[in-house]
């Protein structure tokens, strides 16, 4: 018996040092992006972001990821007079999921991926113009409000609309 359960032990411990691996592969690498116009922003007052995109790409230590977005002038961005502002952040997702942003700014997870297009939610994710690790640039909440969770669909879009 005992012959038996050390070859079970053994693929049982290979599976499970192959689930963070397999996990990462869920990732789809590429550009993805969404473009909102004035009659879906007119349907969510508080939905305050106006475009975003979103560069996925395989680092060596898993998934690392630069969003971009334009602040839409209403919500709390608007309150904030952030509307029309570019803001941005950088971060790495952990075996796949979730992401977090770099010196402590939240994240987001994917919450659904296909082939032409994704999901992201959050319900706290610190976007900055400028450097916010040094405590010096404007800060906003990529959700819709604090501890609100938001998700955002964006599709697969060509290299250049995420900035290479």
Do not use: N
Not at 13 to 35: D, I, K, N, V
Request: one cysteine or more; aromatic letters at 8%.
């Amino acid at each position: 018996m005992r012959k038996a359960r050390v070859p079970s032990t053994i693929f049982t411990s290979l599976a499970l040092l192959a689930a963070p691996a397999a996990a990462a592969q869920t990732w789809p690498e590429g550009c993805f992006t969404r473009h909102y116009d004035a009659a879906h922003l007119a349907a969510h007052p508080d939905q305050i972001v106006e475009r975003v995109s979103l560069r996925l790409r395989r680092e060596d230590f898993g998934m690392g990821f630069r969003l971009i977005a334009r602040l839409a002038p209403q919500g709390h961005t608007g309150l904030a007079g952030f509307g029309g502002m570019i803001m941005s952040e950088e971060g790495q997702c952990t075996d796949g999921q979730p992401c977090y942003v770099y010196c402590d700014g939240g994240g987001f997870t994917l919450t659904r991926a296909s082939e032409d297009s994704i999901d992201i939610t959050t319900d706290h994710m610190r976007i900055a113009r400028g450097d916010a690790c040094d405590g010096t640039s404007e800060v906003s909440d990529l959700s819709e409000g604090p501890g609100q969770s938001t998700t955002y669909r964006l599709y697969r879009s060509r290299d250049q609309l995420c900035g290479g």
